[in-house]
């Protein structure tokens, strides 16, 4: 059974940073595309940021780029994101979520599984 489990989340002031991990388990990331989703209450899911297992590529949405770092360590088989300079406008709950055998994309309907998220909350 697939498992992607965050963590990470929590309660920081805006400024400040956090670093989400999401680890797997019942399976090996390979030629994957392991994504970063956020919702806000009200809002869709958007896409926050990707990583290519297969060659390490990196995408970032407008808004998070300068601020936000995603890694992987494939030999432990987690994603991390790293999210400096955080915005109350950052508050969210974020997911991970694996598309198996595809490139990143930022429409979460591609992805297989996910996670079941850990709140970030930024105070102002």
């Known amino acids: 059974e697939v498992q992607l489990v965050e963590s990470g989340g929590g309660l920081v002031q805006a400024g400040g940073s956090l670093r989400l991990s999401c680890a797997a388990s019942?399976?090996?990331?390979?030629?994957?595309?392991i994504g970063w989703f956020r919702q806000a209450p009200g809002k869709e899911r958007e896409g926050v940021s990707c990583?290519?297992?297969?060659?390490?590529?990196?995408y970032y949405a407008d808004s998070m780029k300068g601020r936000f770092t995603i890694s992987s360590d494939n030999a432990k088989n987690t994603v991390y994101l790293q999210m400096n300079s955080l915005k109350p406008e950052d508050t969210a709950v974020y997911y991970c979520?694996?598309?198996?055998?595809?490139?990143?994309?930022?429409?979460?309907?591609?992805?297989?599984?996910w996670g079941q998220g850990t709140q970030v909350t930024v105070s102002s």
């Open positions: 990583i290519s297992s297969s060659d390490g590529s990196t």
């Open positions: 019942g399976f090996t990331f390979d030629d994957d595309a």
């Open positions: 979520a694996v598309d198996v055998e595809s490139p990143c994309s930022w429409s979460p309907f591609r992805y297989d599984y």
